[in-house]
């Protein structure tokens, strides 16, 4: 089972959360992506922050190694090259849509606040702590999973910040859906654009603060992905 972090959010309101709430978090997601060494704990002004940071990281390496790495493709950084997906292990996905038959295990907050702007309005969820909010959401509204169309390919980022952490990286999406049905028309790219892209689907199930999801390619093709 996946390690949880360990530093309570505050449920009072009106509490500030701690910064190694957050900290722990983004140390954690780095560390389940970033197989097979620890990655370098940032420079930052809060000495708690850094030391959660470093803890998360661990734990996240830790399940890397047993539960299995999670790629972050849709982090920010260079867009996912040729070979990258050898580091990780695709699966089974499970879908009964036969276009849609693998997955791969990710992890990352951006396809997650998208979720959550649409699924949930008006929800606010800061930095670290969207998976939690999300799984909230989901609980309060009896849904088991989500589920969300876009294209792996990237065209160019907006020319000015949107919000939207997916458009601002140059990723498409569709609408949140709470069934695969719903999605797979939309991840569909002929449906989009005429220029040559990369279906998927990005599926959601709680799990807790974590903020992992499934990528579940059209037709298991994946832009940039060997």
Known sequence: MPQHNPHPVPEEPGFIVPAEVRGWQKGYDAGISSPPDLPETPSVRHPGFMLAWAEGAV???????????????????????????????????GEPEGDFARSWPCVGEGPLRVMLAQFAPGEEA???????TLARACADKAVARLYLPVLTSRSTPAAEPTGDPLTDAGYWHGSVCE??????PQARPELQTRAPHFGAVVRYTPAAEHHFFDLLPLGGQLAGAG
């Open 126 to 132: 800061e930095e670290g702590l969207v998976g939690q």
């Open 179 to 184: 069934s695969m049905a719903e999605a797979d």
């Open 59 to 93: 734990a996240g390496n830790a399940d890397g190694r047993t539960e299995g790495w999670r790629w972050a493709y849709f982090d920010e950084g260079p867009f996912p090259q040729p070979g990258d997906a050898g580091a990780y292990e695709p699966r089974e996905s």
